[in-house]
């Protein structure tokens, strides 16, 4: 299976503060990545997919790039409801579509 | 509208068994991929189990041997049957559909989430 690292495994920012997640892959998987917002006691949410395409409904202060094995998920101008853990996700090599470890995301 | 619902879990004893179902609504489960993903308390997602539209299933390695994916398409309504229960397997157990494209996959809709807890 390909393994999905993500880092920070926490972080805490300020509303206003551009935060950045990292994702690296074990091997190389294109632009095969999604990214999950997942709010606590709530169901995992689909943010964006094929690495930087914004799902639709989703608020453009969320941003993914990257390719190949390293990505960024970015929220610029970081909101009080984007307190939430989030998942890289590949979906490079089935069936096993692997997660990162997740980055919980705090609001000082 | 589409609608995901899971049902079936609880409190076993270890070596126990149990069966997980998944009913959904607004589209039909045999014609898409659909999966199994687990959180354990206070952790990640894990993919555990999936089922592809032709009926080939797949396991992660944690489960395979005790767990069996299956579904009725008459009922639109997916399953998974679990075995030989461990702690470890304390977890909130996802239902979940994947689109595809030339993107790759993702998860699209997921069911609230069912628990289950492996205790003696």
């Known amino acids: 299976d390909i393994q999905m690292t993500q880092s920070p495994s926490s972080l805490s920012a300020s509303v206003g503060d551009r935060v950045t997640i990292s994702c690296r892959a074990s091997?190389?998987?294109?632009?095969?990545l999604n990214w999950y917002q997942q709010k606590p006691g709530k169901v995992p949410t689909l943010l964006i997919y094929s690495a930087s395409t914004l799902q639709s409904g989703v608020p453009s202060r969320f941003g993914g790039s990257g390719s190949g094995t390293d990505f960024t998920l970015t929220i610029s101008n970081l909101q009080p409801e984007d307190l939430a853990t989030y998942y890289c996700q590949q979906s490079y090599r089935t069936p096993a579509l692997t997660f990162g470890g997740g980055t919980k995301v705090e609001i000082k | 509208e589409v609608q995901v619902v899971e049902s079936g879990g609880g409190l076993v004893q270890p070596g126990g068994s149990l069966r997980l179902s998944c009913a959904a609504s607004g589209f039909t489960v045999g014609s898409n991929y659909m999966y199994w993903v687990r959180q354990a308390p206070g952790k990640g997602l894990e993919w555990i189990s999936v089922?592809?539209?032709?009926?080939?299933?797949y396991y992660a390695d944690s489960v395979k041997g005790r767990f069996t994916i299956s579904r009725k398409n008459s009922n639109n309504t997916l399953f998974l049957q679990m075995n030989s229960l461990r702690p470890e397997d304390t977890a909130l157990y996802y239902c979940?559909?994947?689109?595809?494209?030339?993107?790759?996959?993702?998860?699209?809709?997921w069911g609230q989430g069912i628990p289950v807890t492996v205790s003696s």
């Open positions: 091997q190389s998987i294109a632009t095969h």
């Open positions: 089922i592809y539209t032709g009926g080939t299933t």
């Open positions: 979940a559909k994947v689109r595809s494209g030339v993107w790759g996959y993702y998860f699209d809709y």
